[in-house]
DNA sequence: ACCTGAACACCGTTCAAGT
DNA sequence: ACCTGAACACCGTTCAAGT
C-alpha cells in the first residue's frame, strides 16, 4: 500500500528502475494505442512481469496519474509567473492555451487526468488542487479588469478545454482545436450578449 | 455482405427480428457501460449466438450506426421547419441545443456517430449530409441577419457541442453541459471581441 | 520490499457446418 | 439467406511462491 497512496517512490532501488520503465513504457505505447493501452504490453515492452505492473500501479488511474500528474505542477507555475502581466486577460488566455497544449499530450490523457477525480489528499489531487487556485486568480484579475464575464469559473472553462480536446481527438482535421479554443475564448469575453 | 453495405434491412423475417433483438440489446447495454459495452453481452441478451450479431453488424461502428442513424433523419426534419422562425438567432440555438440533447443519447454516442467518417455514400452518411445541410441553412440565415458571426461553420459548432458532451461525460455534474453550451453560444455571437 | 508467472475469467473475431 | 457455436487469440486481474 505504501506506494499506493503515499505516492511516493518505491524504497528499492531495482524498484525505482521498473518503475520507471514502466512510465516510459506506458508513454510510448499510449500516443499510439491511447487510452486503451494494452497493460500486458505495457509490463512486456518495459521488460517487468505483469505483476510487477500492477505491484507499481494497482489501477490504470494510478498509472495515468503518475504520468501526467507533474504537468499540472509546470501549469501552476505558470500560472504564477504571468500573474503580474499587465494584461490580465491576455496572460489568462495564455495560460488558457497552455492547458490546450498540455492537455493533448498523450492523446487527450493529460487533460483526462486533470479533470479525474482524484483521491482525497493524493498528491495528484494537492498538485491539482494549487495548479487550479493558480489559474482561479488569473481568472478573477481579468474578471476584477472588466475583460472576462464574471459568471464563469475556471472549472467550467477548463473542462470546456477537456471538451475541445476530445471532440478533435480522432477527428479529420486534429488540429481544428485552435479555431475551436477561439470560438471559447470569445464566449467568456465581456460584451457578448445573453 | 448485402446488407452491410446497401444498409437495407434483412430479407428473411427471422433475421429482421434477430436484428432488431439486437439493436434493443445494445440500446439498453449502452446506457450503462458506456461505448465499451460487450459486444458478446449484446448477442447473450439478445438470445441469439455471437456470429449472428457480426452477420448483421460487421464492426462496432456498423451496430453504432444502426443504432443513431435515424436521429440525423429527426434533426434534419427540425432544422427545415425552423427555417421559416421570425428569429433566425432563436432558431439557429434552439436547434444547437436539440443537437445537445440527441447527442446525449446512450451515453454520448449519438453525437460521436454523428461526428465519425462514414463510408462514402452510406445511408449514415447520406442521412447526416442532409442533416448536415439543413442546419447549415439555420446558420446561414443567423449569420446573413447578423445576430451570428460569419466566420464559424456549422462542422466546427457541432463538433464543439460533441466536446461538450464527452467531457461531461464521466464528470461529477452532468449536468454541467447547459452552462457549457451557453459559453459556446456567447462565442458564435456578433458583438464579441477578436 | 519487491518480483515472478501461472491461473482463472472474460471478451473479440473467424469460420466450417448446418437449416 | 441466415444461424450456430466451437476454436483461437489476446487481455485483465489475482495471488501463492520466491528472492
Known sequence: MSEAL???????????????????????????????LALEEVARRAGVAIGTLYNHFPTRQALFQALFADDAE???????????????????????????????????????VMNMRHEEGSPVQQKHTAMHEAGAALLQRAQANGQVRADVGLARILRLILGI???NEDAPDPDGTLPMFGILIDGIRTGSAS
Open 74 to 112: 509546470v501549469l501552476r507555475q505558470r500560472a504564477e509567473e504571468w500573474r503580474s502581466d499587465p494584461d490580465p486577460a491576455e496572460a489568462l488566455i495564455r495560460w488558457l492555451r497552455l492547458q490546450l497544449e498540455y492537455g493533448a499530450r498523450g492523446r487527450s490523457m493529460g487533460a483526462t
Open 6 to 36: 503515499t505516492g511516493g517512490l518505491p524504497r528499492r532501488a531495482d524498484a525505482r528502475r521498473n518503475r520507471q520503465k514502466l512510465l516510459s513504457a506506458a508513454r510510448a505505447l499510449i500516443d499510439v494505442q491511447g487510452r486503451d
Open 165 to 167: 480536446l476530445l471532440a
